[in-house]
């Protein structure tokens, strides 16, 4: 699916640096609070969702789901923006 911006709701990360760590520089953390997190991006070059991003998750013990777009601005209403991102009401 190129150039389609792909979402996971992210659980069990320390914190934003270590979800950080864990994410290549396609992806990025766009929610957040108390260790839950929203993490979007687009896949390229091999650096996919669900082929790579979720198993080196999974591989730090921490867990994440690929959601929907309505999912994704729900969640980030519930979460609240990470960083400069805004999600309308």
Do not use: C
Not at 74 to 84: E, H, I, K, Q, V
């Amino acid at each position: 699916m190129s150039g389609a911006i792909r979402a996971a709701v992210v659980a069990n990360a320390s914190t934003a640096k270590q979800l950080w760590a864990y994410l290549p520089g396609n992806y990025a953390i766009v929610a957040g609070l108390d260790g839950d997190y929203v993490i979007a991006g687009v896949d390229s070059h091999g650096w996919t969702l669900d082929d790579y991003v979720i198993p080196r998750l999974a591989s730090g013990l921490i867990w994440a789901r690929e959601i929907d777009g309505d999912e994704l601005v729900a969640t980030m209403r519930r979460l609240g923006p990470f960083g400069d991102l805004q999600v309308a009401a």
